[in-house]
């Protein structure tokens, strides 16, 4: 595909089901698919649909799921509802509670958003896109045989099992303010998969994994790589961190196909949040991926504050299709009361979170990690 100046352009794709935006988890839950219509609307008044393929894709199929996960616990998935009364055995076996509850339409939604994910595999593998979105998927904490921190299926799991039927060697990169702990465990012990994590750690913080020191077993060794951070990281450090962390990487490892999670939960003002990043910061860490023009599947993931969640999504897909975006919010958005008074793309969002990442302390996880770089033997 060649634009007018001769030169082959990016194929961007957005696969995006909107029934996925439907579902509740409850009312005092923190996770509102919600926040996916707001960032459709917004994706569509900036008539950023114009500069991509958009899909509708289908559910993934049970077949589909058990790629990866067990069958007791997707036939579990499938059959429970909230009008059931299930055995406390039962709850606890698969880990059922305020994190994850039983609500209905549950098995549904996990196969809508990780049917979005594998359609956007299926594209990146035949070659028709070399950057497909999926804003529901990033579900990165699903396990094999349980639900886990919201995530009830593992899409992007299922999406590196089936980009590695084609791709030698995958790289996983994660800045949801969490860790990525179910994709890390899925791929733990295998040299084709690098997963990286970026995530605020303490020992106790959810999910409680991502010390500096997990890095992979047997063949994985080394192919496993965690920074952990304190709260309140700001844009130029997270910036300057990721990018001298992801150039080595990417250069050692020479992925030949990258999925980026983009949690918006490591924005500044996100509900569950505790680090201070700018929309304009944490899009930069999409940018700089994207630079090295290898092909991506970009994904969602957590974000608690729907307005910010929307904008980052919007202003993502924007930095991908290469679109400069006016900051004003276009006004005949349906949703546009969501985004006052500023109604801008663009609201300071750091400055409430003091940084407890001293400059020494950043430093020593750099080096850290450049040391486990040295080892890799690609
Ligand atoms: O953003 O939860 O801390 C990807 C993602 O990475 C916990 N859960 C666990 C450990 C003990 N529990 C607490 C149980 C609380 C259950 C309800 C909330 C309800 C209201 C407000 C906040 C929470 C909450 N839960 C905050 N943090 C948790 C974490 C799970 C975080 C998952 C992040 C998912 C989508
Ligand atoms: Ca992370
Ligand atoms: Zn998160």
Redesign the pocket.
Same mark, same amino acid.
């Given at each position: 595909d060649k634009s007018s100046n001769g030169k082959s352009r990016t194929n961007v794709s957005y696969h995006y089901n909107p029934e996925a935006s439907r579902y509740h988890y409850g009312t =005092? %839950?923190?996770?509102k698919p919600f926040r996916l219509m707001l960032t459709d609307h917004l994706v569509i008044s900036y008539k950023l649909y114009e500069k991509m393929d958009l899909y509708t894709p289908r559910r993934a199929t049970k077949e589909e799921l058990l790629e990866f996960h067990a069958e007791d616990y997707v036939n579990f998935l499938q059959t429970a509802s909230p009008h059931t009364k299930l055995s406390d055995q039962v709850l606890a076996q698969f880990n059922i /509670? #305020? #994190?994850c509850p039983i609500f209905d339409g549950m098995y549904d939604y996990s196969t809508i958003y990780a049917g979005a994910s594998l359609d956007a595999t299926r594209k990146l593998i035949s070659g028709m896109s070399d950057i497909a979105i999926n804003w529901s998927g /990033? +579900? %990165? *904490?699903a396990k094999k045989y349980e639900p886990s /921190?919201?995530?009830y299926v593992n899409d992007i799991v299922l999406s590196i099992i089936n980009l590695l039927r084609v791709h030698p060697r995958v790289m996983y990169i994660d800045i #949801? +303010? *969490?860790h990525g702990d179910g994709v890390q465990e899925a791929f733990y012990t295998t040299d084709r998969v690098m997963t990286v994590s970026f995530h605020k750690y303490n020992g106790e913080f959810?999910p409680g994994t991502g010390s500096v020191d997990e890095v992979g077993l047997g063949k994985g060794k080394n192919y496993a790589i965690n920074v952990p951070l304190r709260d309140g990281i700001d844009d130029e450090s997270y910036t300057r961190l990721f990018k001298s962390i992801m150039e080595p990487l990417i250069t050692k490892f020479q992925p030949t196909c990258i999925v980026q999670q983009c949690?918006a #939960?490591s924005l500044g003002y996100d509900r =569950?949040g505790c680090f201070n990043l700018n929309i304009r910061a944490h899009g930069d860490c999409v940018n700089f991926i994207k630079s090295f023009g290898i092909p991506m599947l970009v994904v969602g993931? /957590?974000g608690y504050t729907p307005r910010n969640v929307s904008r980052l999504w919007c202003y993502e897909t924007s930095v991908l299709n290469d679109v400069n975006l006016d900051p004003k919010i276009p006004n005949y958005l349906a949703t546009y009361d969501w985004f006052g008074p500023d109604y801008s793309l663009h609201p300071q969002l750091d400055g409430r979170i003091d940084n407890k990442n001293s400059k020494k302390y950043l430093e020593s996880v750099k080096q850290e990690i450049l040391e486990q770089i040295r080892y890799l033997n690609h």
């Open positions: =005092l %839950h923190p996770m /509670g #305020d #994190d /990033g +579900l %990165h *904490h /921190g919201f995530c #949801d +303010l *969490h959810f949690g #939960d =569950l993931g /957590g």
